[in-house]
């Protein structure tokens, strides 16, 4: 701020802002009784600028006169119309340096829109070559303005390539947050340097994979790669001629090197795994990096991937430049996680809790909950430098997307804490959390007596009834004696790793894959898990049922621990968790001026609705997920205005499937949810599909978002045969490739006149077309 100034600051709100993105032809401007705020009639002098939080606007002491009475307006640079603040002119007594405003309204018309979701790896076009690309998003801001719809979200678009083979698909474990996908790159305006032999040659491999009906990635990676060095050969040279090139590296001078040496090192070991590298910088040092890059070899090969993340950055920003003009916005995603052999690990220990994995909980996606790999936030280490790795990051993300999902937002509030001995999410613990001492567990009526209720409860009969004959050859490998005919795990297997390292040693791990996973849950069977942080104090196990430990305490300590575990997990930590997302999101929602949405399914605590109200992150709503006790199906008439909602998400079933998969819930759904009578059929017809939509496009949301296959869904024509094909993921699947593709390209669906104008007429008719009907903006 200069000095001698006074400075207006209007905080925005989510509708307020979409709407100026949706019409950039307005601005936001402070007019009043004064020469500098254009006496009531002009708002050109009183143009704000957007900042992080809102509208800034500064004017010089010595032009504004107190008291001071002004208003402010929405005016259109086009037309000249002037839209005012709803109620009462706003007045200020005294001077001051700053004048803050909120909650303010105004007599426009309130966006609602559309849109669609889709990975960028699973796009198809003419032009692209065995995977989605950057450059095939223009086609589908195409798709999205010819439907009415004006959002398209993507899955993360970060660097994933860790080994070189499948694995690499799963966007969520970047390697480099702040890293582009050089698989995403289009090559059609890179390869005109090279000879016309060669770019024949290149056509016609693109065509080969291209014509794939799913996404190969090793083989697409291996395509790509031969292709970009050949082009980065011919470009090499004159590269730092480039201006664009130079202001990319200069902006990208806080990651590049880094990354770059990784990669270069990653392609010399073999490994991402840089503990593992024969050389000083498995440690990274800033230093160190420099010395590296001394090296006239090592720089000539970091160049490449200085070259890659250029081109990716190139095109992304042409994207998102494309879709602005045509007021299409583009959505990203940010995941929760970082990779634990990844460049921020590598280059930031100390921010990470590396003996630590983060997960979910048991939830309808998997009932041993889920443990991601990915190594826990300090959060503690991160606030002491403001989060600067976070606002980093989302400043960095904010030169592609006007908006974005934050992964697991209930990460903020608590993580699901794995320890790294441990496979399944049932042994993990909520961190932060308030543990409970052993005075605790007792007061209120349960002995702690530490090897029943930190020990998996273990007896002859149930490894009897679990493994049969096998069971003491099991016996006396796995477990010892402890009287009355019970047992425990050796000292060898005192955690599920320990197990699977047997099984893995013996070469048994998928010949015997039901035997290891009988013996994993008896592992998990216990009481409480020890805190990470204070080994003397105790977290309930999550999930009651199938806990054989749980099952075998008498009627007075189930209901002390029944006691205990619902207090624990329900209530205890409302204001605890509450003020610990206070402590993290304000700074982070804040670093950008991009729309923040929030994934909260699972085990939501109570106080996750009042903080994303209170910072303006958009909920999530899925209708087979309600969020209110004691109902199946959410009525979609009475979800909050700003929220998203979606039929569905990328780790669910398309909605053909989900319908197949549970034809007793698809009954219950077809009569309650969508109020229809008669013979439920065993498949979604189109019409069906197209009943589904509607009722969501006529929901109350500001954004309803549903995935492609669900769009293409409502015609029979288009849509696969197989809707088995169209799952892009399945949580409880630990293997699970990352490979769906369109299986027409964006062009062909173009061409199809009567879905697209099906589609349109849909959306027009939900009032979604042009951003909303007559109501007030908040």
């Not at 694995?167 to 698989?183: A, C, E, G, I, M």
């Amino acid at each position: 701020m200069r000095k001698n100034t006074i400075r207006f600051h209007l905080k925005a709100t989510t509708p307020l802002r979409l709407l100026l993105r949706l019409r950039p032809e307005y601005v936001v401007s402070v007019v009043g009784a004064q020469d500098t705020l254009g006496n009531w009639k002009e708002a050109e002098y009183g143009y704000m600028t957007e900042v992080s939080d809102g509208w800034e606007l500064e004017k010089d002491r010595s032009e504004l006169q107190f008291p001071l009475e002004y208003k402010y307006v929405l005016y259109n640079r086009k037309s000249k119309e002037l839209i005012w603040q709803r109620g009462w002119n706003l007045y200020r007594e005294q001077e001051t340096e700053e004048i803050d405003d909120k909650d303010v309204s105004f007599d426009v018309e309130m966006p609602r829109i559309a849109g669609v979701a889709i990975p960028v790896f699973s796009l198809r076009t003419e032009y692209s070559s065995g995977v989605g690309e950057f450059e095939d998003l223009k086609e589908m801001v195409d798709f999205a303005v010819a439907t009415g719809m004006h959002v398209i979200q993507t899955l993360p678009v970060n660097d994933t390539w860790m080994t070189g083979n499948e694995s690499d698909t799963y966007p969520y474990n970047p390697l480099s947050v702040f890293s582009l996908n050089p698989l995403y790159i289009r090559m059609q305006s890179l390869i005109v340097q090279l000879t016309e032999m060669e770019q024949r040659q290149y056509e016609k491999e693109r065509r080969q994979w291209n014509a794939l009906r799913s996404y190969d990635y090793c083989g697409v990676l291996s395509f790509k790669m031969k292709w970009l060095r050949k082009v980065y050969e011919t470009e090499r040279k004159g590269l730092e001629r480039k201006k664009s090139y130079r202001d990319f590296v200069k902006r990208s001078s806080g990651w590049l090197p880094s990354y770059a040496v990784f990669c270069v090192m990653r392609d010399r070991f073999g490994t991402s795994r840089f503990t593992d590298w024969k050389h000083e910088l498995r440690r990274w040092s800033s230093e160190g990096v420099r010395k590296f890059l001394e090296s006239e070899e090592n720089r000539c090969e970091a160049a490449f991937y200085y070259y890659l993340q250029y081109r990716a950055d190139e095109q992304l920003r042409n994207v998102h430049a494309y879709a602005q003009k045509r007021r299409v916005l583009l959505k990203g995603d940010l995941p929760i996680g970082v990779s634990p052999c990844g460049v921020d690990v590598w280059t930031h220990p100390e921010l990470f809790i590396q003996s630590m994995s983060a997960g979910a909980p048991p939830d309808i996606f998997s009932e041993r909950g889920q443990n991601w790999g990915f190594p826990t936030y300090d959060w503690d280490a991160m606030e002491e430098d403001g989060y600067a790795w976070w606002k980093a990051r989302l400043q960095n993300m904010s030169q592609y997307f006007d908006a974005y999902r934050i992964d697991h937002v209930l990460g903020f509030f608590r993580i699901w804490s794995v320890p790294r001995t441990e496979c399944w999410g049932l042994l993990g613990q909520f961190d932060k959390a308030l543990p409970l001492s052993r005075a605790e567990i007792e007061q209120r009526g349960l002995r702690f007596d530490e090897a029943r209720m930190l020990e998996p409860y273990v007896t002859e009969e149930m490894l009897e009834e679990s493994f049969g004959e096998r069971s003491s050859v099991l016996l006396t490998r796995y477990f010892e004696r402890k009287g009355n005919g019970q047992l425990k795990f050796r000292k060898d297997f005192d955690s599920q790793m320990s197990i699977v390292e047997d099984f893995r040693r013996r070469g048994a791990e998928q010949s015997e894959k039901g035997v290891l996973e009988s013996l994993l849950r008896i592992r998990a069977s216990v009481l409480f898990v020890r805190d990470r942080r204070d080994g003397e104090s105790f977290h309930p196990r999550i999930a009651l049922e199938h806990n054989a430990s749980y099952e075998a305490l008498d009627t007075a300590e189930k209901a002390a621990y029944e006691q205990i575990y619902y207090d624990f997990f329900y209530h205890r930590h409302e204001t605890f968790w509450r003020d610990e997302a206070m402590r993290k999101l304000p700074v982070l929602v804040s670093a950008t001026g991009m729309l923040a949405c929030g994934e909260d399914l699972g085990m939501i605590p109570s106080c996750v609705s009042e903080v994303m109200q209170a910072l303006q992150i958009l909920s999530l709503e899925i209708q087979t997920m309600p969020k209110q006790d004691g109902c199946e199906f959410d009525d979609l008439s009475r979800v909050p205005y700003e929220t998203v909602a979606s039929p569905t998400t990328h780790d669910m079933a398309p909605l053909r499937l989900w319908w197949e998969e549970d034809a007793e819930r698809s009954i219950r759904y077809y009569t309650h949810a969508l109020h229809l009578s008669g013979n439920v059929p065993k498949e979604m017809c189109g019409e069906l599909v197209k009943r589904v939509l509607c009722d969501f496009l006529r929901c109350p949301s500001i954004m309803v978002i549903a995935p492609l296959q669900d769009w293409m869904g409502i015609s029979e024509e288009i849509r696969r045969k197989d809707p088995g094909e169209e799952r892009i993921n399945v949580p409880d699947d630990a293997d699970n490739i990352w490979n769906y593709r369109m299986h027409v390209s964006i062009e062909n669906l173009m061409r199809n006149r009567e879905f697209v104008t099906t589609l349109r007429t849909m959306i027009a008719d939900s009032g979604r077309l042009e951003s909303g009907v007559n109501a007030e903006i908040q």
